[in-house]
C-alpha cells in the first residue's frame, strides 16, 4: 500500500502543504458538493457529514477508483454557530469582530475511503480545538481585512499568519486550526493499511514547532473512529 498514490479532496492549498509533510505519493483534485448546513444541523454533525459526502463525491469522479482517499471539512464554531467564508470584506470584518476577545471551536473532520471490490469503507474521526482571539482593535481588524488574507478563509482568519496578532491561545491541536489534524489523519491511513514515509506526529512537530498537546497513543485510545461502508453501485 505504501507505494500506491493517495488521493486528497482538497483545493485548499494550506491542506496539500500539511499533507505532504507526512507524505510523498499523492495527487489532488477538489469535490464539488454543496456545503449548505441542513435545518436545526448541529455544527459538528455537519462538519462530519461534509468530510463524508466530500470523500463520497470524489469517489464519484471517473479514474478514482482503486485508491484510498482522504477529505477533510473545517468548521468555526461560534456559541453553536457556523461561521464559514466570508462573501466580501465587510462581513469580514464583521465576523472578527463577533470573535474579538472570545473563545470559538475549530472542528476539523477526516473521511478516508477504502475502496474494496464493489464496496467502500468510510473511516472518520474528527478534531477540536478551543481558540481564544485577542481582543482586536478597529484599525487591526481593517488592516487584516485589507490585506486579503480572510478571504476564503472559514472564520475570517488564518492562524498561521504571522504579520497580523490575531489569535492569543488555543487548547489542542494547532494543524486542526490550520485545516488538517496530521495525527488524526495518520491513524486513520494507518488503519487503512497505508504506510506513511514519516510518521505524523514527527512531520507535524518539524514544521509547526508547537509544543501539540495530542499524543498519538493518547489519540488511539480516545478519539472516536467511526467506520461505515456502501456498495459502489449504490446511490449516495
Not at 163 to 180: D, K, M, R, T
Not at 191 to 196: E, K, S, Y
Request: aromatic share 6%.
Amino acid at each position: 500500500m505504501a507505494s500506491e498514490p493517495i488521493l486528497l479532496a482538497s483545493s485548499s492549498a494550506r491542506r496539500r502543504e500539511l499533507f505532504s509533510w507526512i507524505i510523498d505519493n499523492f495527487t489532488v483534485f477538489s469535490a464539488d458538493i454543496d456545503e449548505s448546513p441542513l435545518p436545526h444541523e448541529a455544527p459538528i454533525a455537519y462538519c462530519k457529514r461534509m468530510a463524508r459526502e466530500k470523500a463520497i463525491a470524489s469517489l464519484n469522479q471517473p479514474g478514482q477508483a482503486g485508491a484510498v482517499l482522504l477529505a477533510a471539512d473545517t468548521t468555526v464554531i461560534l456559541n453553536d454557530t457556523i461561521l464559514g467564508k466570508p462573501e466580501n470584506p465587510s462581513h469580514a470584518a464583521e465576523m472578527l469582530r463577533s470573535l474579538s476577545g472570545r473563545t470559538h471551536t475549530v472542528c476539523t473532520a477526516v473521511t478516508v475511503a477504502i475502496p474494496e471490490k464493489n464496496e467502500i469503507t468510510l473511516l472518520s474521526t474528527h478534531s477540536e480545538t478551543a481558540v481564544h482571539m485577542n481582543s482586536l482593535s478597529e484599525p487591526l481588524i481593517q488592516a487584516y481585512v485589507a490585506s486579503g488574507d480572510p478571504l476564503g478563509e472559514a472564520g475570517a482568519y488564518a492562524i498561521q499568519n504571522q504579520e497580523f496578532p490575531l489569535v492569543g491561545s488555543i487548547q489542542g491541536c494547532y494543524a486542526n486550526v490550520v485545516g488538517l489534524p496530521l495525527c488524526h489523519c495518520g491513524e486513520l491511513l494507518r488503519r487503512a493499511g497505508v504506510i506513511l514515509p514519516v510518521h505524523s506526529s514527527i512531520g507535524c512537530r518539524a514544521h509547526i514547532r508547537y509544543n501539540c498537546e495530542i499524543d498519538t497513543k493518547l489519540l488511539i485510545q480516545t478519539a472516536a473512529f467511526n467506520k461505515a461502508g456502501f456498495k459502489r453501485n449504490r446511490s449516495i
